[in-house]
């Protein structure tokens, strides 16, 4: 199996940027599928950027689209999430998640995923 480590969570202030990092301990292939996700208490966890690993495509939730950028390194298996611009309703703790599945758009929904990290928090004030 595949292990996902996030990292690069903190406190920052409105309009400032963070990068998030994703670790993968296998590197995945074209067709495989990493995603981000935020969850804050009390709330479902939602998607907020995906893309397929070749890059060829991608999906951003409509709360971050212009914001943030979803990229990867594929020598390191690393992928990233940055995020300019942020507000204090991106408060939350920040999930990356990975399919080997093929699938014709990028997946929005946690059951598409089968392997996650275990979070990294972000909380920006005002």
């Known amino acids: 199996q595949v292990q996902l480590v996030e990292s690069g969570g903190g406190l920052v202030q409105a309009g400032d940027s963070l990068r998030l990092s994703c670790a993968v301990s296998?590197?995945?292939?074209?067709?495989?599928?990493m995603g981000w996700f935020r969850q804050t208490p009390g709330k479902e966890r939602e998607f907020v950027a995906g893309?397929?690993?070749?890059?060829?495509?991608?999906n951003y939730v409509d709360a971050v689209k212009g914001r943030f950028t979803i990229s990867r390194d594929n020598t390191r298996s690393m992928a990233y999430l940055q995020m300019n611009s942020l507000k204090p309703e991106d408060t939350a703790v920040y999930y990356c998640?990975?399919?080997?599945?093929?699938?014709?758009?990028?997946?929005?929904?946690?059951?598409?995923?089968?392997?996650w990290g275990q979070g990294t928090q972000v909380t920006v004030s005002s």
């Open positions: 998640a990975l399919s080997w599945k093929l699938m014709e758009t990028i997946p929005t929904i946690t059951n598409e995923y089968e392997y």
């Open positions: 296998k590197r995945p292939v074209a067709d495989d599928t």
């Open positions: 893309f397929t690993w070749d890059g060829g495509r991608t």
